[in-house]
């Protein structure tokens, strides 16, 4: 999967497996799309090329973009699971997984891929960032934990526990505005744990990450 598709991708599929489209399966317009996942139409035309090349959707010219004939296997499936899963499964997944990837990107990560991860820290911090545009850049920076680690059977699991992810979190509340607040916690939670993979500290990263998850998942508990 191309690993600039595959955070857009996670948003979209999170999107159709929560919104309920026509009869027909047709999806809204790409500006629509782009505008609802907080991404720029050249980045969700890859996603939607991804689940084209997977037969999971058709286009016509003039018409529109359609969910394939066959069921979406993929997305039915994340869907079925997260309705299954209580938030304690997801957090408990996390911490078996994350931790680990980013220890072992201390120790994996080249110098391109720690440049891409530091990329999507300055991403995340954008000027007017929306939260949908926020979500996008944090899960760009986490599988870019997890492309460093350098495992394909985990990157394999990563994906799908961060599919799982974002259909549990997606209709969740907000506070505080139209998207994050200079002082996000997780903005200096995500420093912490780049800092420690630049640094090559494995352990630091694994601790980092663990944190984080902690810290992200008690502050989406209900009061």
Same mark, same amino acid.
């Given at each position: 999967?191309? !690993?600039?598709?595959?955070?857009? #991708? $996670?948003? #979209? ?7 309920? +489209? ?10 629509? #799309?782009?505008?609802? +996942?907080? *991404? !720029? ?9 991804? @689940?084209? $090349? ?10 529109? *973009?359609?969910?394939? !004939? ?10 079925? #699971?997260? *309705? ?12 078996? %997984? ?5 220890? +072992?990107?201390?120790?994996?990560? !080249? ?6 991860? /530091?990329?999507?820290?300055?991403? /995340?911090?954008?000027?007017?960032? $929306? ?21 394909? +059977? ?13 259909? @549990? *979190? ?15 916690? /997780? ?6 744990? %780049? ?13 980092? @990450?663990?944190?984080?998850? $902690?810290?992200?998942?008690?502050? @989406?508990?209900?009061?």
């Amino acid at each position: 999967m191309d !690993s600039d598709a595959a955070p857009v #991708l $996670t948003l #979209l599929q999170a999107y159709l497996a929560k919104t309920r +489209l026509p009869a027909d399966g047709r999806l809204p317009p790409e500006r629509v #799309l782009a505008e609802a +996942l907080g *991404t !720029s139409r050249g980045e969700l035309r890859k996603a939607l090329a991804v @689940m084209e $090349t997977d037969g999971q959707l058709w286009r016509h010219v003039g018409k529109g *973009t359609f969910l394939g !004939s066959r069921p979406l296997a993929a997305i039915d499936e994340v869907a079925a #699971l997260a *309705t299954r899963a209580a938030p304690r499964d997801l957090v408990q997944a996390r911490l078996v %997984v994350e931790p680990e990837l980013a220890a +072992l990107a201390a120790l994996r990560a !080249s110098t391109a891929q720690v440049a891409a991860l /530091s990329e999507a820290l300055r991403a /995340s911090r954008a000027p007017g960032q $929306t939260w949908r545009g926020y979500e996008l850049q944090d899960a760009r920076l986490h599988r870019e934990v997890a492309l460093a680690a350098e495992n394909p +059977l985990l990157l394999f699991l990563y994906d799908h526990l961060a599919a799982i992810r974002r259909v @549990m *979190t997606w209709d969740r509340p907000r506070s505080g505005g139209d998207g994050p607040p200079a002082d996000h916690p /997780s903005f200096a939670e995500h420093d912490r744990i %780049v800092a420690a993979i630049a640094a090559r500290d494995p352990a630091a990263a694994r601790r980092e @990450m663990a944190a984080h998850v $902690t810290t992200v998942h008690a502050a @989406m508990a209900p009061a």
